[in-house]
């Protein structure tokens, strides 16, 4: 009986073994306590996230850099538009204005009353003791005379007065870059948008 009852147990332990080994080689988890899940690249595992992630943060960026390209393009039209504008008042008042965006890039802020002469008198001394010539300060000068005059005349300017006001404008935009460090120079293209 003895004999018999170890034949037994035997024969049992042999077919658990045989029927597990069946299990492991044919891929089938049922005998097994454990999941074993393993994770694609592109499925939910986190390996999938972070490439999905990733994939969002490029779009972001792509998407940022469409949005400077597009509002620095429409920006640069605007201004130059004005600039040229066929009403020559109109166009001396921009490049005035303009002038002033110019020189706010190397700190220099114009004052609140534009008809002062005090006023023109320190912006013309701050663009000296930031480094424009002495050609830059006169074309800003002529620049903000003409101006006055368009915003306080009753007479339309003529074309050689509107293109001379462009040419000082040109002036002073070709000196600021000069003197801009590359990080400024970068920040008057993404953020101010005048270059």
Request: charged residues 25%; hydrophobic residues 30%.
């Amino acid at each position: 009986s003895t004999d018999s009852d170890t034949k037994s147990t035997t024969t049992t332990t042999t077919k658990k073994a045989v029927s597990t080994k069946k299990s492991t080689e044919t891929g089938d988890d049922s005998g097994s306590k454990g999941g074993g899940i393993i994770s694609s690249p592109f499925g939910g595992g986190s390996s999938g996230s972070s490439v999905g992630m990733i994939a969002v943060y490029i779009d972001i960026v792509l998407l940022l850099t469409v949005v400077i390209i597009l509002r620095r393009a429409y920006n640069l039209r605007k201004l130059r538009g004005s600039v040229n504008s066929s009403d020559k008042s109109k166009a001396i008042k921009s490049c005035y204005s303009a002038s002033l965006k110019y020189l706010s890039l190397m700190g220099i802020k114009e004052n609140e009353n534009q008809s002062d002469y005090k006023g023109l008198a320190k912006i013309i001394e701050k663009m000296k003791s930031s480094g424009f010539s002495e050609e830059s300060s006169s074309s800003f000068e002529f620049l903000s005379e003409n101006a006055i005059s368009a915003y306080f005349g009753n007479n339309e300017p003529d074309e050689m007065i509107s293109s001379k006001c462009k040419a000082a404008l040109d002036q002073i935009t070709k000196e600021t870059s000069k003197l801009l460090n590359p990080l400024e120079k970068l920040g008057a293209v993404i953020i101010s948008n005048l270059y």
